[in-house]
C-alpha cells in the first residue's frame, strides 16, 4: 500500500502517465470527472492533457484503456482544442482498440471516431479508417468497415466522402475473411442507399454471385432517400430542425427533404480513370490504314475494347481521335464506320469535358456522314455526337451546325435537326440565349417549308424542344413569319417534349433543373453577344423578297410586347400591300375635302398652295386609325409630285409627309412611295431641312435601320453629290438621335466606301463625319474596314478617329414607335432585345471572312513537321503569308492547329517564337471563332510559359493575352486542363499562370466551376520552392477565393499535410481580408448602354460575364423601376480615397451599387457603402477629457501592461486597441488594425489630411498614436514604414507650432522604438528617422534624449550603433555638454568604448562624436574618456589633428555647419550652394541645374532654391521643413543692439508664432508643381490680400510671395506650356489666379512698395517674357491672359516703390542686352516701360531716392559705354538713357550732380561728364567752381575761336598722343583743352581710331584728372598693366574677383540698413580704391536677385546666431568655456574681430 500513498499524492496528468496501471487508472477515473465537470470548452486545464489523450487510448493495461476510452471521449466531446489530437487518437483506437476483444472497448473505440466526425474532423478520421483496411488484423478491418458504415449511416453522404470508400470496396469483396465479406455488402447496402445506381458501375467487376446478393438486398431498400441523423456542430440549426420534425411524425417534410438529398451522386466521379494510350497496340495506325478491312476491324476491335472503360486518364488522344475520324469520314465499309462512331462515343464518355478539345474536327465529319442512310450506321452516329455534345457547349458547335442546315441532302438537315432537338433537352434556359437561339430558330425556320416531309417534322421537333426550354415568351420572336398552323403543330411538338431524368408530367421538370444549377450552367450565357448578328442576317436577306420580310428584322420589337393581338396588328401594318391609284383616290377623297384633291394638279402654283394648306389641316384633324397613309402619299406624289417647282409648296409636301408619318400608321409600303422624292430633295437649299425631318419620322416609325438602309442606296443611285452628302449629314445625326441599335453596319460600308472616294470633297467630307459617329459607337474595329483605303484618306478617317476618342456615345433621345410601346408593356423583354439588338451587336461578326482551310493542304502541315528546321521554317513562313493574306479568317482551318501545336515545343526556340507570333496573328484574324482551338492550341501555349528564357515567356504571355481577347476566359477555366498545366514543378510556367489569372480573374463577374479544380495545385504553389511561386501564389489567392469563397477553400485545405494546413490557413485569413469585390453587372440604361456596351466588342465577345440571363434580366427592371441612388450621395467619399491610394474601384463599386438596385446584392452594399461614406465624413479623434491622464495613472499602478517588449505580443495589441476604441472613430480604428497594409497606408493619409484641423484631439490621444506607430515599426513593410515616418515630421512640426512638449509617459513608449528604426538597413528609413530625432529635441529636452541614445549605441545592429553616435555627437555640438546625462565622464567613457568597435563606420562615429566633444571643451576631453587603448588613443588623436586643420575660427559656427551636414548624410557639398550665388549671371544658373541633378534633394537652412522648386514636378508641401533647426538659441530674448534703419529679417521673430507658419506654409504652395496646389494656395492668398483688415499680416511676406510667384511662372514656362498631359484649361485658371493675386497686391501701395530691386527685377522680367509667349496665345482664352499681364505690368510700375522699379528696370535691360539669349522684344519692352517711367518723373521725382538710380545708370554706362551702346543693332537703349539724364537734369538742375554720392570715383564716371555736358547746355551750370563773369568770359572765348582753328588744334593734340614720345604732353593739352572747352566735340577725330586707342585716350584723361584734383592714383595699376584693364572690361578675370564679390556684398550690406559710404568701409583695414576697382571691371549688375537676398539673410542669421552663443558662453563663464579656449589663442583675435564687426552692423 506504501507504494500506491505514492502515486495518489500525483496531479491528475502525472497519474495518466505513470507505469503502475492502477495509478493511470485512478487517473483515467479522475480525468473523465474533471472532464465532465469543466464547462468551459476553452479552459487552460485541457491544453495539459492534449499530448495526453492518444496514451489514454493505447494503454497497454485493458482494464485501464476501458476507462481511458471514456475519458477521452469526454475529452473530445468537451474540449474545444481536442480537434488537435484527430490523428494520433483515431490511428491509437485504429490498431490498439478494434483489435481488442471487448466489444465495448471496440464500441467506445467507434464512439470515439464519430465523435471526431462530429466535431468537424471527418476527412481525418476517414482517412485513418481507410488505412486500417490496409491492416493484416481482419478483427481491425472489420471494425474499420463498421465504422464506416455507421459514419455513413448516421452522418449522410455530403460529411462522409463516398468516392475514397468506394474505391476501396471491390478489393474488400475479395477477402478471405467471411467476416470482412458480409461486412463490406453491409456498407455496400448503406451506400446504394444513398447513392442509389451510381454505386453499379465501380462494383461490376465483383464476383457474380456476391453482386448477385447485393441486387437482392438493394431491391429490398425503401424508395425513399435515407436522412441524417447525426449533425456537425456547425449544422446545430438542421439538428433543430430535424428534433422538431421527429417530434412532429417527420411526415409532412418528406418533400422537401427528398429535394434537398436529391444531388445526386455522379457515378463517373466514384470510378478511378484508367490508363490506355499505352495500351493501344503499336500497329494501330498502320492497320487503321491497311487496305484490308479486315485488319482495319481489328485495329478498331482493339481500341473498342480499351474505350469500353467508362472512365479515361486524361491524355493527348489527338492521333486517335484523327484516325477514328477518318474512318468515320472516308471509310467505304458502314460496318467499320459505326464501329469507329462507337468508339469515338465511348472516348467521348470516358473523357468528358477533356474531349471538348477534340469536338470541333469530329461533328462536322459525323454531320456530313448523317447522309448514310443505313439505320445502324446513323444510330452510331447519333450516339457520337449526343456523347461528343455533352462534352462542349451548343455555341462551340453552332457554327458547325448551322454550316449543315442548307445542305442539299435532307438526311443531314434532318438529322442535324434531331441532334439540335435531342440536345436542347439538355439546355437550360440560361444555356439558350437569344444569341444562340436566334440563328438556328432562323435556319429551323427555313426547314419547316422544306419540301421534304422528314426535315420538316424534324425541324418542328427542335422548334418545339427550344419553345418548351426557353419558353414560348422567348422563341416566339423568331416565329413572326410563320402561319397559324405552323405554330399550332410547334407548340404541340412542346406539349409532347420529355426532359431526360424527369418524371412523368412535370413539364417545368427541364427549368426547374436549369434553376438549380445556375452557377454551373450559366457560363454560356456569356457567349451570347458574338453570334448575335451574322446567321440572323443570312435569315433577312433569304426572306428578304417576301413581302413578310419586315417581320425579320422586326420580330423583335414586335415580339417584345409578347401579346398576340399586338403581333397581329404589327403584321397586318408591315404587309399593307400596295393600293393601285384608283383606290387610292377612292380612300384619300373620303378623308380629304374636294377642293384639296382637284386643285392638287392645278397650273397655278397658288392654288396647289392652298390645297397643301387644307391637305395639312385634314392631315392634322384626322384619327390615327381611320387615316389611309398610303392613298393620302400616293395623292402627294401625284402630278406634278416630287417634280414640284414651286419651293413653298414642295415645303408643305415634305411637312406633310412628316405629319402622316408621326400621326398614323405608317407602313414600310408607304415609306417605299415617298423615300424616292424625299432624297431627292435632301439637297435642295430651300426644301433640305423639311425632307430631313420626314425621313426622321419615318425613321421613328419604320425603324431607323430600315429607313437608312433605303435612303443611303437611293442616294448612291442617284449622281447628285449634294443630296449624297446631305443624306451622310442626316444619317450621322440620326444615329446620334436614335441610337446605333440594328444598324445594318455591312449595309452601309459599301456605300461609304463609294462616297470616300467622290470628287466631290463635301460627299467625302460627310461620310469622314459619319465614320465619325459610328467610332463612337464600334470603336476601332471599324478601322479595319478602310485598311485599305488611301494612306491620304486614312489619314483623315484617323484624325476624325481622333476627334471622337475617349467620347461617350449620347444617349438616344427618339425611338421606333412599336419598339418603345413594346418595351414599355414589358420592361424586362425590353431590356433584353436592347442587349441583342444594337447592343451585342459585334463588328468581328460583320467582318467578311475567308475560308483558308484549302490553302492548308497536306504538304504544308508535312512541312510545318518536317525534320530539317529550315524546311519547318519555309512551312511557317507560308503559313503566316496564308493568313495575313486573307486577313480574316473562318474558325475552318484544317490541320493546322496540330501542325502549330507541334511547333510550340519545337527544339529550335527561333520557331516556336515564330509559332507564337503566327498564333497572335491567327487570333486577330479569326476574332471570336477562335473559341473552338482554345483546348487544341490554346493551353499549349501555356506549356511555352515554362520556357526558360525570357523572350520566349514574354512572347507566350502576348500571345495568351491575345488569345483571351477574342476568346474570353470561360474557355480557359473550363474542364481540367489548366489545373494540369499547374501541375508541372515548373516555377517559371506556375508563377506566369498564377499571374496571369491575379490579373484576368477580378475582372470576371463569374466563373465556371472547374476553377476549384486549381485550387489544390493553388495551395502547393504556396509552398514552393521558389520565392516568385509563392509570391504569385499569394497574389492570386484572393482572386480565386472572390469566386470560390472562403469556405470552399477553406474546406479544400483538409486534404493537406497538418503543417502545410496551418499555413495555408493563415494566408488564406489574410487573402480573405483582402478579397477583392466582383465586378458589378454593367447597368443598362437604355441606349446608352446598348451603345457603350456595343463600342467594346471585345468585352461581349469575350464573356466575362458568366451570369445567367435571368438575374441580369431583374437587375435591369429593377434599374428601370427605381431610380437608383443620386449620384452625389455616393460619390465623394470614393473620391476622397481615390485620391489617398490612387485606386480607382469605388466609384466603379458606386456605379454597380446605383445599377443593380433591385437585387438585394445590388441594395445591400450600396447603403452600406453610404453608411461607411457618412462615418468617415466625422472627427478622426474623439476628445475624452483627461483619458491620457487616467492612461497614465493606470500604467503607474500596474493595472495595465507597461509598454515596455523586444517584439509586440498579442496582449499589447490588444490593449491598445481597447484604449483607443474610446477616442479613435470607429472605422478608422477598424483600418490601422486591419490585416491589409493598404488600408492602413489609407488611414495614416486621412490622419495627415486632418491633422492640423484636429490638432487637440490628436495630442490628446497623442500617446496612442506613438504606441500604434511603434508597432508599425516592428513590421518589414516599407511602403507603410514610409508613411508612418512623413506622419511623424508633419506630427513633430505641428506639435512645435503648439508648443506642446512630450510627457515622460509618452516619450518612454515611442523613442526607444525609433531609435531602433535608426539601425534600419535602407537609407532613406534612416535619414527620415534622423530628421525626426532632430525634431524630437523641440518638443523634449534634448539631455533626456540623450540616455535613449546612449541606449541605442548598446545594440548588436553595427548601423544602430553608428547612427545614435553620430546623433550624440549632433546633441554636444548643438546644446554643449549639459546635454550628456548622467554625467559628461560617464557617458564620454561609454561613448569611447565603441572607438575600438569591428564596424569601421561605428569607429568613424564614436571618433566623430569625441572629436565633437573636443570641439566645445578642448583638451579636457582626455580626462573625460578615461583609459584608452594605445591603438584607439593614436586614431583619436590623429583626428583631432585632422579635424583642428579643417575647424574654422569660431566653435558655435563650425558645430552649426557641421551638424548641417550631418543631418543629411545625403550632401556631401553642402557648401557647394553657396557658389552661385558669387558668380556671375551667366554661370549662376547653370550652376544652379547641376546642384540639382546632382543632389536633388539638398536642403538648405531658411533658403529656398529656386531652381530647384522650379523644376521639382511633385506637390512641394514640405517647404515648413525648412525651418527644422535648433533655433532655440536664437528665439531667446537676448540683448542684441537694434539695427538703425531696417531688422535683419523682418517677421523673423514671429517665425513660431501660428499666422507667421501659416502664411510661410501657404506661400510655399504657391510655387507647388501641383497646379492645384498653387491655385488653392492663391485663392487663399487672395482672399486676405481682398480684405483690408486683414491685408496687413502679409506685410513682411511681399518678397517671399513675389518669388514663389515668380518660381510659378517659370515653372509653366519651361515645363507645364511644354507638357501635353497638363490640361490647358488649368494653366490658364492658374494664369488667372497668378494675375488676379498680383493685380490685388500691387492695387495696395504699402504692400506694393515692399517689393525689393531684385525680385521686382524677376517679377517684371517673367510677365514680360509670359507677355511674349506665342504658345500662351495659343491657348483657349490666351490672349485674355497677355491682356491682363498688361495690365498687371502698368499696375507694378504705377504702385511700387518708384526708386526699386527705376533700378530693376534698368538692371534688367543691362541684362537683356548683355545676354546673347535676351530677346530683341524683351528689352524693347523694358524700354518701353522705362519710358512710361520717364513720363511720369515729374511727378515723382521727390519721392525718388536719384543716388540709387544714378549707381544703377552709372553701372549700366560701365557694361555699355557710349561706344559699345552705339555698336548694337538698334540706338534705342542709348536714347533711352539720354532721355532718362535729359529728364532728370531738367527737373532736378544742377542738384542732379549732388546725387552722384553712391558711385565710386565719379570721374571716372561717364555718367558724371555727361550729367555736366547736359547741365551745361541747359544753361543752369551754378558758379560752383567758378563765377558768373568768368562763365561769361569762357563763352566768349568759346565763341570767339573759328571753327577751322578748333579743328587744327585738335588735330596737333591727337598727334601728338599718337606719337610714343609726346604721348603725354598730348594728353595733358587734350584735357586742359576740354577743361577749356567742355562742349568741344572729339567725336570726328576719334571716329576712325581703334577702340583700344579710345580706350586709352579716355583712361589717361581720367588718370590727369584724378592726379589734378589732388587724389592719389589707381592702386592696382601698378600691379596690373594698363592694357589688362582694358581687356578686363569686356571679360571676367578671375585673380580679381574677390573684389567683384566685394562689391555685392558692399550693395547688400547698403539693401539691408548698414552704412554704405566710403567712410565706412574705410574704416576697416580695407583701402577705399578697391571698390572702385572693382566698380570699373565688374561687368555685370549690382542689384542682387532674389535669390541672392536669400543668401544675405542666411548669412546674417548665421553670424547672429554665432554672436549670441559667444555672448551665452561669456555670460554662463563655465570652467569648461574657458579652458577650451587656452588652447585655440591663435584664434582669439579673429573671434575678437568677428564680435566687432557684427557689433557695428548692430549700431
Known amino acids: 500500500m ?128 481507410l488505412k486500417g483496411l490496409d491492416n493484416k488484423n481482419p478483427k481491425i478491418v472489420v471494425a474499420c468497415i463498421e465504422t464506416l458504415r455507421k459514419a455513413l449511416s448516421e452522418f449522410g453522404s455530403k460529411i462522409v466522402t463516398l468516392k475514397p470508400v468506394v474505391k476501396v470496396l471491390p478489393k474488400q469483396f475479395e477477402s478471405r475473411e467471411k467476416a470482412v465479406r458480409d461486412e463490406s455488402k453491409l456498407l455496400a447496402v448503406e451506400i446504394y442507399k444513398w447513392i442509389r445506381d451510381a454505386l453499379r458501375p465501380p462494383l461490376q467487376n465483383i464476383n457474380s454471385v456476391q453482386l448477385k446478393e447485393l441486387e ?129 462515343a465511348e472516348l467521348a464518355s470516358g473523357l468528358r469535358k477533356k474531349f471538348g478539345t477534340y469536338a470541333g474536327q469530329v461533328v462536322p ?86 419540301s421534304a416531309l422528314e426535315v420538316r417534322d424534324a425541324a418542328f421537333e427542335a422548334l418545339g424542344t427550344a419553345m418548351k426550354v426557353v419558353g414560348e415568351k422567348a422563341v416566339n420572336p423568331f416565329l413572326a413569319d410563320l402561319d397559324k398552323l405552323k405554330l399550332d403543330k410547334i407548340k404541340e411538338c412542346a406539349d409532347k417534349v420529355e426532359f431526360p431524368g424527369a418524371k412523368k408530367g412535370a413539364a417545368g421538370g427541364g427549368l426547374a433543373a436549369g434553376d438549380k444549377k445556375p452557377a454551373a450552367k450559366a457560363p454560356p450565357a456569356a457567349e451570347a453577344p458574338p453570334k448575335s448578328s451574322a446567321p440572323p442576317k443570312k435569315s433577312q436577306t433569304a426572306s428578304a423578297s417576301k413581302p413578310s420580310a419586315g417581320p425579320a428584322k422586326k420580330g423583335k420589337p414586335a415580339s417584345a410586347a409578347g401579346g398576340k393581338a399586338k403581333k397581329t396588328s404589327d403584321s397586318k401594318e408591315i404587309t399593307e400591300a400596295e393600293i393601285s391609284p384608283e383606290v387610292c383616290e377612292e380612300l384619300a377623297a373620303a378623308v380629304l375635302p374636294a377642293s384639296c384633291l382637284q386643285l392638287l394638279d392645278s397650273g397655278n402654283w397658288k392654288e396647289r398652295l392652298a390645297s397643301m394648306e387644307e391637305f395639312q389641316r385634314a392631315v392634322e384633324t384626322m384619327d390615327k386609325a381611320a387615316m389611309p397613309c398610303q392613298a393620302l402619299v400616293r395623292m402627294l406624289a401625284k402630278k406634278p409630285g416630287w417634280k414640284e417647282t414651286n419651293f413653298q409648296v414642295m415645303q408643305m409636301k415634305l411637312h406633310i409627309v412628316a405629319l402622316v408619318a408621326q400621326r398614323g400608321q405608317f407602313s414600310k409600303t408607304s415609306a417605299s412611295v415617298v423615300l424616292d422624292g424625299l432624297v431627292d430633295k435632301i439637297g435642295d437649299v430651300k426644301c433640305g431641312g423639311n425632307a430631313k425631318s420626314a ?16 435612303v443611303v442606296s437611293l442616294a448612291f443611285a442617284q449622281k447628285n453629290p449634294k443630296n449624297q452628302a446631305e443624306t451622310l449629314n442626316w444619317l450621322a445625326n440620326a444615329m446620334k438621335e436614335f441610337g446605333f441599335a440594328g444598324i445594318n453596319v455591312k449595309g452601309f460600308i459599301n456605300n461609304v466606301k463609294t462616297a470616300l472616294g467622290a470628287t466631290n470633297p463635301a460627299v467625302r467630307t460627310a461620310a469622314i463625319t459619319l465614320l465619325g459617329v459610328m467610332y463612337l459607337y464600334m470603336g476601332q474595329p471599324l478601322r479595319m474596314f478602310f485598311e485599305d483605303e488611301k494612306p491620304a484618306l486614312l489619314a483623315q478617317i484617323d484624325a476624325e478617329f481622333e476627334k471622337m476618342q475617349g467620347q461617350s456615345p449620347p444617349a438616344p433621345i427618339r425611338s421606333t414607335k412599336k419598339t418603345a410601346a413594346a418595351a414599355e408593356e414589358d420592361g424586362d423583354e425590353g431590356g433584353e432585345q436592347d442587349e441583342d439588338g444594337g447592343a451585342g451587336q459585334d463588328i468581328m461578326d460583320l467582318l467578311p471572312r475567308t475560308d483558308i482551310s484549302d490553302k492548308i493542304t497536306s504538304d504544308l502541315v508535312s512541312k510545318i513537321g518536317d525534320k530539317n528546321w529550315k524546311i519547318r521554317k519555309e512551312g511557317l513562313d507560308e503559313a503566316a503569308a496564308i493568313i495575313s493574306e486573307a486577313k480574316f479568317i473562318t474558325p475552318n482551318i484544317g490541320e493546322l492547329p496540330l501542325a502549330l501545336k507541334g511547333r510550340l515545343t519545337d527544339s529550335n526556340k527561333i520557331l516556336v517564337q515564330q509559332t507564337l507570333s503566327i498564333l497572335q496573328q491567327l487570333a486577330t484574324a479569326m476574332g471570336p471563332g477562335l473559341k473552338q482551338h482554345v483546348k487544341a492550341l490554346g493551353f499549349p501555349v501555356i506549356t511555352v510559359l515554362g520556357d526558360s528564357k525570357v523572350n520566349l515567356r514574354t512572347a507566350a504571355m502576348a500571345t495568351l493575352q491575345a488569345w483571351v481577347e477574342q476568346t474570353g476566359m470561360k474557355d480557359w477555366l473550363e474542364g481540367e486542363d489548366l489545373s494540369e498545366e499547374l501541375k508541372r514543378e515548373n516555377p517559371f510556367l506556375r508563377q506566369e499562370v498564377l ?25 502547393t504553389c504556396l509552398e514552393d520552392r521558389n ?134 446584392a445590388g441594395k445591400k452594399p450600396a447603403t452600406k457603402g453610404l453608411k461607411d461614406d457618412e462615418d468617415k465624413s466625422g472627427p478622426i479623434f474623439v476628445l475624452v477629457p483627461n483619458a491620457k491622464e487616467q492612461r497614465i495613472k493606470e500604467e503607474k499602478q500596474l493595472k495595465i501592461l507597461k509598454w515596455n517588449f523586444i517584439t509586440p505580443r498579442d496582449e499589447y495589441v490588444e490593449q491598445l486597441k481597447t484604449q483607443m476604441a474610446t477616442c479613435f472613430a470607429k472605422w478608422l480604428l477598424d483600418e490601422v488594425f486591419h490585416v491589409d497594409f493598404q488600408r492602413q497606408v489609407k488611414a495614416i493619409g486621412v490622419m495627415i489630411e486632418r491633422l492640423n484641423s484636429e490638432s487637440e484631439a490628436t495630442i490628446s490621444c497623442l500617446d496612442l498614436i506613438l504606441k ?111 546635454v550628456c546625462q548622467p554625467t559628461p565622464a560617464k557617458s564620454l567613457k561609454e561613448i569611447a568604448v565603441h572607438i575600438g568597435d569591428r564596424d569601421t563606420s561605428v569607429r568613424n562615429a564614436a571618433l566623430n562624436t569625441v572629436v565633437a566633444v573636443y570641439n566645445v571643451c578642448g583638451d579636457q576631453v582626455y580626462k573625460l574618456i578615461g583609459n584608452l587603448s594605445e591603438k584607439d588613443m593614436s586614431m583619436l588623436e590623429e583626428r583631432i589633428k585632422r579635424s583642428a586643420k579643417k575647424t574654422p575660427a569660431a566653435p558655435a559656427k563650425q558645430s552649426t555647419a557641421e551638424k548641417t551636414q550631418r543631418e543629411q548624410p545625403t550632401n556631401p557639398n553642402a557648401t557647394f550652394l553657396r557658389k552661385p550665388a558669387q558668380e556671375d549671371p551667366g554661370k549662376l544658373n547653370q550652376s544652379r541645374q547641376n546642384a540639382h541633378s546632382d543632389h536633388p534633394s539638398i536642403p538648405k537652412e531658411f533658403q529656398l532654391d529656386l531652381d530647384m522648386i522650379e523644376q521639382d514636378q511633385r506637390s512641394v508641401c514640405e517647404l515648413p521643413d525648412l525651418v527644422q533647426h535648433q533655433l532655440d538659441e536664437l528665439l531667446e530674448p537676448v540683448m542684441i543692439p537694434e539695427p538703425k534703419i531696417r531688422s535683419i529679417s523682418p517677421h523673423f521673430d514671429d517665425l513660431h508664432s501660428s499666422t507667421a507658419s501659416t502664411i510661410n506654409f501657404v506661400i510655399s504652395q504657391v510655387a507647388s508643381g501641383d497646379i492645384g496646389t498653387s491655385i488653392q494656395a492663391l485663392a487663399q492668398i487672395d482672399e486676405v490680400l481682398r480684405q483690408e483688415d486683414k491685408a496687413d499680416v502679409m506685410s513682411g511676406h511681399i518678397d517671399q510671395l513675389l518669388i514663389a510667384t515668380i518660381m ?31 493685380m490685388s497686391l500691387f492695387s495696395m501701395e504699402t504692400l506694393a512698395r515692399e517689393a525689393s530691386i531684385g525680385v521686382l527685377k524677376d517679377l517684371m522680367h517673367s510677365l514680360i517674357t509670359l507677355m511674349l509667349d506665342s504658345r500662351v496665345e495659343d491657348v483657349e482664352d490666351g490672349t485674355q491672359v497677355i491682356r491682363s499681364v498688361n495690365l498687371l505690368v502698368i499696375r507694378v510700375l504705377e504702385h511700387s516703390d518708384q526708386t526699386n522699379i527705376f533700378s530693376a528696370l534698368l538692371v534688367l535691360l543691362q541684362d537683356t542686352l548683355v545676354s546673347n539669349a535676351g530677346s530683341l522684344k524683351v528689352s524693347e519692352l523694358v524700354m518701353k516701360c522705362l519710358w512710361r517711367m520717364i513720363r511720369f518723373l515729374p511727378e515723382n521725382i521727390n519721392s525718388l531716392n536719384l543716388d540709387r538710380i544714378l549707381l544703377d545708370v552709372h553701372n549700366f554706362m560701365k557694361v555699355f559705354p557710349k561706344e559699345k551702346l552705339k555698336q548694337l543693332k538698334t540706338d534705342v537703349p542709348h536714347r533711352t538713357l539720354k532721355t532718362l539724364c535729359h529728364t532728370l537734369c531738367k527737373l532736378t538742375g544742377v542738384k542732379i550732380l549732388d546725387h552722384l554720392t553712391m558711385i565710386e570715383n565719379r570721374n571716372e564716371s561717364e555718367l558724371e561728364a555727361y550729367l555736366r555736358r547736359v547741365v551745361k547746355h541747359s544753361g543752369n551750370l551754378s558758379g560752383t567752381k567758378s563765377d558768373r563773369g568768368n562763365e561769361k568770359s569762357a563763352h566768349g572765348t568759346d565763341e570767339r575761336m573759328s571753327k577751322a582753328k578748333v579743328s587744327d588744334i585738335l588735330s596737333e593734340i591727337f598727334k601728338k598722343i599718337g606719337s610714343k614720345e609726346n604721348t603725354k604732353e598730348g594728353l595733358t593739352e587734350l584735357y586742359e583743352y576740354k577743361q577749356k572747352y567742355s562742349d568741344a566735340d572729339l567725336e570726328p577725330f576719334l571716329r576712325n581710331t581703334s577702340q583700344f586707342f579710345q580706350s586709352y585716350v579716355e583712361r589717361g584723361l581720367r588718370v590727369i584728372e584724378s592726379e589734378r584734383e589732388g587724389k592719389p592714383r589707381i592702386q592696382s595699376s601698378s600691379v596690373i598693366p594698363q592694357h589688362n584693364v582694358e581687356s578686363s572690361l569686356s571679360s571676367s578675370n578671375e585673380d580679381l574677383k574677390p573684389a567683384v564679390y566685394y562689391e555685392r556684398l558692399k550693395i547688400l550690406r547698403q539693401r539691408q540698413g548698414l552704412e554704405n559710404t566710403t567712410r565706412a568701409l574705410s574704416s576697416e583695414d580695407e583701402p577705399p580704391q578697391r571698390p572702385a576697382i572693382s566698380s570699373l571691371l565688374s561687368s555685370k549688375p549690382s542689384v542682387a536677385s532674389s535669390t541672392d537676398m536669400l543668401h544675405s539673410k542666411l548669412s546674417q542669421l548665421k553670424e547672429s546666431r554665432e554672436l549670441y552663443q559667444q555672448e551665452h558662453n561669456a555670460r554662463s563663464g563655465s570652467p569648461t568655456r574657458t579652458r577650451a579656449a587656452s588652447p585655440a589663442t591663435a584664434n582669439l583675435d579673429d573671434l575678437k574681430k568677428r564680435l566687432e564687426r557684427i557689433k557695428s552692423k548692430r549700431q
Open 2 to 129: 506504501g507504494d500506491d500513498s505514492e502515486w495518489m499524492k500525483l496531479p491528475i496528468d502525472q497519474k495518466c502517465e505513470h507505469k503502475v496501471w492502477k495509478a493511470r487508472l485512478n487517473g483515467y477515473e479522475e480525468a473523465l470527472k474533471l472532464f465532465q465537470k469543466i464547462e468551459d470548452e476553452k479552459s487552460p486545464e485541457w491544453g495539459k492533457y492534449l499530448g495526453l489523450i492518444k496514451k489514454f487510448v493505447t494503454d497497454s493495461n485493458a482494464v485501464a484503456q476501458l476507462k481511458g476510452l471514456e475519458a477521452a471521449l469526454a475529452f473530445i466531446e468537451n474540449a474545444h482544442v481536442a480537434g488537435k489530437t484527430t490523428g494520433e487518437v483515431v490511428s491509437g483506437v485504429v490498431t490498439k482498440v478494434f483489435n481488442q476483444p471487448k466489444a465495448r472497448a471496440k464500441e467506445l473505440g467507434m464512439d470515439i471516431c464519430l465523435m471526431y466526425i462530429e466535431i468537424e474532423k471527418s476527412e481525418v478520421v476517414q482517412d485513418e479508417l
Open 216 to 344: 437482392e438486398e438493394w431491391v429490398k431498400l425503401p424508395p425513399s432517400p435515407p436522412k441524417q441523423t447525426r449533425f456537425l456542430r456547425s449544422q446545430q440549426d438542421l439538428k433543430a430542425k430535424f428534433e422538431q420534425q421527429q417530434a412532429q411524425g417527420g411526415e409532412q417534410s418528406d418533400g422537401d427533404e427528398e429535394e434537398e438529398t436529391a444531388v445526386a451522386v455522379d457515378p463517373y466521379d466514384l470510378l478511378e480513370p484508367v490508363e490506355i494510350l499505352s495500351k493501344i497496340p503499336k500497329d494501330f495506325y498502320d492497320k487503321i490504314e491497311a487496305k484490308k478491312w479486315q485488319e482495319r476491324k481489328e485495329a478498331l476491335e482493339a481500341v473498342e475494347a480499351l474505350t469500353k472503360n467508362p472512365k479515361l486518364e486524361n491524355g493527348d488522344y489527338g492521333d486517335l481521335v484523327r484516325a477514328l475520324k477518318k474512318v468515320v469520314g472516308k471509310d467505304a465499309n458502314v460496318m467499320l464506320v459505326s464501329m469507329a462512331a462507337k468508339c469515338l
Open 365 to 450: 465529319t459525323i454531320l456530313e456522314k448523317f447522309k448514310e442512310k443505313k439505320p445502324q450506321v446513323v444510330q452510331s452516329l447519333q450516339e457520337a455526337i449526343d456523347a461528343i455534345f455533352l462534352t462542349t457547349t451548343l455555341q462551340n458547335l453552332s457554327e458547325d451546325i448551322l454550316g449543315v442546315m442548307d445542305n442539299k441532302n435532307p438526311s443531314i438537315k434532318q438529322q442535324a435537326s434531331l441532334f439540335l432537338a435531342r440536345s436542347f433537352r439538355h439546355c437550360t434556359q440560361a444555356m439558350l440565349p437569344k444569341s444562340v437561339l436566334k440563328p438556328f430558330c432562323a435556319a429551323l425556320i427555313k426547314q419547316v417549308n422544306d
Open 695 to 710: 425621313l426622321t419620322a419615318i425613321g421613328e416609325t419604320c425603324s431607323l435601320p430600315w429607313t437608312a438602309e433605303q
Open 995 to 1019: 499571374g496571369w489569372l491575379a490579373e484576368k480573374l477580378p475582372t470576371l463577374r463569374s466563373v465556371p466551376g472547374d476553377l476549384m479544380v486549381c485550387v489544390p495545385q493553388l495551395f
Open 1027 to 1160: 520565392a516568385d511561386v509563392r509570391k504569385k501564389a499569394q497574389d492570386a489567392l484572393p482572386t480565386f477565393m472572390m469566386h470560390l469563397g472562403y469556405d470552399k477553400m477553406n474546406k479544400a485545405t483538409g486534404k493537406l499535410k497538418p503543417a502545410s494546413k496551418d499555413q495555408v490557413v493563415a494566408m488564406l485569413e489574410k487573402a480573405r481580408a483582402v478579397m477583392p469585390d466582383k465586378p458589378a453587372a454593367p447597368a443598362k440604361t437604355g441606349g446608352k448602354g446598348s451603345a457603350e456596351q456595343s463600342r467594346a466588342p471585345s468585352a461581349s465577345r469575350n464573356g466575362e460575364d458568366f451570369t445567367d440571363k435571368p438575374e441580369a434580366k431583374k437587375v435591369r427592371g429593377g434599374g428601370a423601376a427605381k431610380k437608383p441612388p443620386s449620384p452625389t450621395e455616393e460619390a465623394p467619399p470614393p473620391s476622397k480615397e481615390k485620391e489617398c491610394n490612387g485606386s480607382k474601384k469605388p466609384p466603379v463599386k458606386g456605379k454597380a451599387a446605383a445599377g443593380g438596385q433591385q437585387g438585394p
Open 1268 to 1378: 500604434w506607430i511603434t508597432l508599425r515599426f516592428f513590421e518589414t513593410n516599407t511602403t507603410i514604414l514610409m508613411k508612418v515616418l512623413e506622419y511623424l515630421k508633419l506630427l513633430f512640426t505641428m506639435l512645435n507650432r503648439e508648443n506642446y512638449h512630450l510627457t515622460e509617459y509618452e516619450a518612454n513608449s515611442f523613442v526607444p522604438y525609433l531609435i531602433l528604426k535608426v539601425g534600419e538597413s535602407k537609407d532613406v528609413v534612416r535619414k527620415d528617422v534622423r530628421v525626426i530625432l532632430g525634431m524630437l529635441c523641440k518638443v523634449y529636452p534634448a539631455s533626456k534624449l540623450f540616455p535613449f541614445l546612449m541606449d541605442g549605441t548598446k545594440s548588436k545592429n553595427s548601423k544602430q550603433r553608428a547612427e545614435c553616435l553620430e546623433e550624440l555627437g549632433c546633441l554636444i555640438e548643438g546644446y554643449g555638454m549639459n
Open 1608 to 1638: 510659378q511662372l517659370r515653372l509653366i514656362n519651361s515645363t507645364h506650356l511644354a507638357d501635353d498631359r497638363v490640361d490647358k484649361k488649368d494653366l490658364i485658371k492658374l494664369y488667372s489666379c497668378i494675375m488676379g493675386n498680383m
